[in-house]
Each structure stands twice: as C-alpha cells, then as structure tokens.
C-alpha cells in the first residue's frame, strides 16, 4: 500500500510569506503528525492530529498551525516566515493516536517537505 | 522533562564490523521506535519496541523497560548502513509526541 505522501518535497519562500505543506497518510491511518527537523534543534513535535482533532501541540509560537481533514489529510501552515523556519519538515501517520497502549501507534514517516526561507 | 539521550553521537566502522547503539530515557514509555535517516532525509522505521527482542536480519534490537534503555545491534554493516539512527519515544500517559534522541551518526567505509 501507498506511504505517507508530503507535497511539495522543496520550496523556496522569502521571509514574511506564509507556506502550506500537505500530508497524505496512510491508506486506514486517523492520527498524523507532524515534525521539524533543523541542525541546531534535531527533531521537534510540532503537533498531532486525529479524527480532525489537535490532541496534542508543541512549543512553537501561533504561526505554525495545522488541520486535519475528513479523509485524514492534513495541512501545516506557517505564515509570516523567518530565516529560522528553514528545516525539513516531516509528517507521521499511524493507525491510532500515539497516546495509545495498544501497539497500533507505529509511527511511519513520509519523505518531507525541505522548506528553505531567504 | 523527558530525556532521550544516545550514544555514541557518530561512529566509523570497516565494512563487515558489528556494532551496538545504545538509548537511555529518563521516563516509563508505551512506545520506542528506532529509525533511520537516509541521505534523503527520510526516516526508515527498523523497530517498534517499548520492550523485549526483535531481530530483522542484520539488525536486532533490545529494550529494558525496567533499566530505561535500548540497545540497536548491527552486524556484518554494509556501507548501505550508513546514515543516522534515531531513537524515539512516547512518554506513558502523556500521549501525543515522539521525543527524538539527538541520533547516532554511522559512515561505514569500504
């Protein structure tokens, strides 16, 4: 079965326009997340979706926010860019949310989205 | 808050050695995941294991859930191993986000 789709794999902006990238998970998968990835920072949660909820959010500021559709599409938006925004940023999906005991909570990972801010 | 730390941070290895990577956390968890990162920037899952033994070809893993640490064994490593590999964790009822360690970095030379 198909992965985890992320759209556009690289996009240039310049700093202080805003930017949508699109995540399609699994085929049967409800929960989505999503993740930055910089040098300096590593890998940092910044929120998860299920069943069209935000159950859980990351420390990062109101810029960055993001929504889940019916069919478990999601979308982070991210407006106002800064030079700092540059990363690589990554979704997950899975079966069922990641709070849960029972194993279904594998997290598989799509490609990315390389967004570089000038 | 929670601690994933990892280590070594990088290796060098001849092709054909083994090698062990080890994960500490500072927290019960209901989920450990190893990955590893390509070139690309994608991230392979290798493991799902907040506990006991799995084994996947070449590689095998452990989690001592009870001491806080998991270990990723590679053997006979190819230079295809090379790359990044993470450890990440969902704390025990505190559900949502995977915690990443700051990864091993692996260059497996011919």
């Known amino acids: 079965k198909a992965g985890v789709t992320q759209t556009p794999r690289y996009l240039i902006k310049t700093r202080g326009q805003q930017v949508t990238l699109s995540c399609s998970p699994i085929?049967?998968?409800?929960?989505v997340s999503w993740y930055q990835q910089t040098p300096g920072q590593g890998l940092q949660f910044l929120f998860e979706?299920?069943?069209?909820?935000?159950?859980n959010k990351g420390n990062f500021p109101g810029r960055f926010s993001g929504r889940q559709f019916s069919n478990s599409r999601s979308e982070m938006n991210v407006s106002t860019l800064e030079l700092g925004d540059s990363a690589l940023y990554l979704c997950?999906?899975?079966?069922?949310?990641?709070?849960?005991?029972?194993?279904?909570?594998?997290?598989?990972f799509g490609a990315g989205s390389r967004l570089t801010v000038l | 808050g929670i601690q994933v730390e990892q280590s070594p941070p990088d290796l060098i290895l001849q092709e054909g050695a083994n090698s062990t990577l080890r994960c500490n956390f500072s927290?019960?968890?209901?989920?450990l995941q190893w990955f590893h990162q390509n070139p690309w920037g994608q991230l392979i899952n290798l493991f799902y294991?907040?506990?006991g033994t799995k084994q996947n070809g070449r590689l095998s893993a452990t989690t001592v859930a009870t001491e806080r640490y998991s270990l990723l064994y590679i053997s006979s490593s190819q230079t295809t191993d090379s790359g990044v590999y993470f450890c990440?964790?969902?704390?025990?009822?505190?559900?949502?986000?995977?915690?990443f360690g700051q990864g091993t970095e692996l260059s497996v030379k011919p």
């Open positions: 927290d019960s968890v209901n989920n």
């Open positions: 294991i907040p506990s």
């Open positions: 997950a999906s899975s079966f069922t949310h990641s709070g849960s005991l029972s194993g279904a909570n594998v997290l598989t």
């Open positions: 979706y299920f069943s069209e909820t935000q159950r």
């Open positions: 990440a964790v969902v704390i025990y009822n505190q559900g949502g986000k995977l915690i």
């Open positions: 085929s049967g998968h409800r929960s």
